[in-house]
């Protein structure tokens, strides 16, 4: 083989190689989804939206719970109204958010 097409064959060969690199950085093939990006653990994302939850009125509680066999935020309230509703979004951060009347929740007198 001439030195000249031995060049061209090297040169095919490593952009073919650098192709294939690229793509192995991007997760393979380039028909694949992109990979998610990495969410935050969910008992993070109530701490940072609990004061915020909690300071709309009628809202009594939130905590973790399980929507479609997922993780998900509940929002307890004492009573489901529109305008409530409303205001409380259906996800946060990627986490369905379930909203739950439950009353008026009060502490217990101890005596």
Same mark, same amino acid.
């Given at each position: 083989? =001439? $030195? *000249?097409?031995?060049?061209?064959?090297?040169? @095919?060969?490593?952009?073919?190689?650098?192709?294939?690199?690229? #793509?192995? *950085?991007? @997760?393979? &093939?380039?028909? *694949? %989804? !992109?990979?998610?990006? +990495?969410?935050?653990?969910? /008992?993070?994302?109530? &701490? %940072?939206?609990? =004061?915020?939850?909690?300071?709309? !009125?009628?809202?009594?509680?939130?905590?973790? @719970? /399980?929507?479609?066999?997922? $993780? #998900?935020?509940?929002?307890?309230? %004492?009573? &489901?109204?529109? /305008?409530?509703? &409303? +205001?409380? $979004?259906?996800?946060? /951060?990627?986490?369905?958010?379930?909203? *739950?009347?439950?009353?008026?929740?009060?502490?217990?007198?101890?005596?």
């Amino acid at each position: 083989m =001439d $030195p *000249q097409r031995s060049l061209v064959v090297m040169v @095919g060969l490593l952009w073919l190689v650098a192709a294939g690199v690229a #793509c192995g *950085q991007q @997760g393979g &093939k380039g028909d *694949q %989804e !992109p990979r998610p990006m +990495q969410q935050k653990k969910i /008992e993070t994302v109530l &701490k %940072e939206h609990t =004061d915020s939850l909690m300071a709309l !009125p009628g809202v009594v509680g939130t905590a973790i @719970g /399980e929507c479609a066999g997922k $993780p #998900c935020i509940k929002v307890y309230v %004492e009573k &489901k109204t529109p /305008e409530l509703l &409303k +205001q409380i $979004p259906s996800a946060i /951060e990627g986490y369905t958010v379930a909203v *739950q009347e439950t009353g008026e929740i009060r502490a217990l007198d101890p005596s």
